[in-house]
C-alpha cells in the first residue's frame, strides 16, 4: 500500500493540473481597502491594503480583461490600477478626464468602461476605453448620485439613482445615452443602490434605506420584496450556485442569500470590513507549479509514513499570512491547519488525514494574500 501512495504522491507533486479558483472581493470604503474571501466566506486578506496608491473612499471593482484590477475611490480623481496577481499599485489608469466623486463601474456591450459620478454638478456618466483613455460623457443628462447600471437586451441602460434616499429612482437612457426619463419611479422605491437581472428575467433592486431587496418586471411594474434583513445593502454579486452576495454597510457584513431571496446568513465572520459597498467575483486560472509565487524551496509535503500520515514544510523567506486547509473533491472543507496565522521563516506541520473522510480524491491548499498551492492526495477504503 504504501508504494502506491509513494508512487502518486510523486506524481502529483511533479504535475499539477490546471485548477481554477473563484475569489470574492469586496471593498472595505471605510478603511481604503479591498479585502478576499473564499466562495465559503473564509478570510483571505487584503488584496488592496489600506490607503495603497492614494486609494481614499473605496467605491467599486472592476477586472479588466488583461488580468489588472481597477477600484474607485470616492475622493479619487482618476480610476486606480492594481496588479492581477499581487496587488501591488501600478498607478492611474483613467487619463484625459477628472472624476466627480466617481462610483460604479462596468464594461459595456461596446467594450468601452462605463463610470458614475456622484458629485453634484459634474454627475454623467463617463466612458474610456480599455487603455484608459477618456471617451466622452456618455448620458444626455446628469444623475445626480447614480450607482448602479445594467443594460437590456435592446442596449437601453438602466441606472440606479440614489437621490437624497427617499426619492431615488431607476433613470433609464438609449443605447446613445439619449435620455428616456424615469422607468422606475419612487412611489415605493427609495434609495436605490445595485440593480440587476435575476431569476425569471425580472429586475432586483437593492434599497439601502430600508435594507431590503425589490423586485420588479422587466417592464417596471411591482413584484414585491425579494429579500429582507438588511441596514444599508450596497455590493452585489452571484455565486454558481445561484446565492447572492450583498455587502451591508450598516452592520459591516457581507449577506448570503439563496436564489429565493432567503437569507443564509453572514457570509464573511472575518475580515474587519468596513462600510462593504462593492462585492465582485473573480475567476482565475492556475495552470502550473511554474506560474505560482510558492516554489518547491517553500513549500513541500513528504510522506505518507507508515502511518499514513505527512509534514508540510513550510520556508518562506519574509512574513507572510497563510490560510492552509483540507478540502474535498467538491471543494468543501474538512480541516484547517493554519487559520490566517503569520509565517516566518521554517515551519514543520504534521497531519493525517481523518478517520471519517470518505474515501477519494482531497486537496490541501495554502493561500496567502497573493499566491495559491495546491496539493492532491487520496484516502483509501
Known sequence: MRSIWTLLLSLLLTALSAQEMLTVYVSSRANNAVKTFETDGTYLGNFVSPGL???SGTEDILFHPDGRVLVTGFQNAAIKMYDGESGAYLGN?????????PSKMSIGPD???YVTQWGATQNKVVRFNLEGDFVDEFTAVGVPNGLGHIWDANGDFYIAQYG???NGIIHRFGPDGTDKGTFINSAILQGPTNIWWGPGGDLYITDWTVGNVLRYSPAGLYKGVWATGMVNPEGV???PNGDVLIGDWGVDVVHRFDSTGTSLGHFNTAGGLQDPNSVRLRTTTISGREDLSLSDDQVKLHGPDQQGGYV???DVREPIQMHVRMVNALGQPLSNLLDHEIVDGYREIQWQPGASWPAGVHYLQIRTPTAYRSFSFMVYP
Not at 489608469?93 to 466623486?101: E, H, P, Q, V
Open 237 to 239: 454579486a452571484t455565486l
Open 312 to 314: 508540510l514544510v513550510l
Open 53 to 55: 496608491g492614494g486609494l
Open 111 to 113: 467594450s468601452l468602461i
Open 93 to 101: 489608469f483613467s487619463s484625459g478626464y477628472n472624476l466627480a466623486t
Open 164 to 166: 437624497n434616499g427617499g
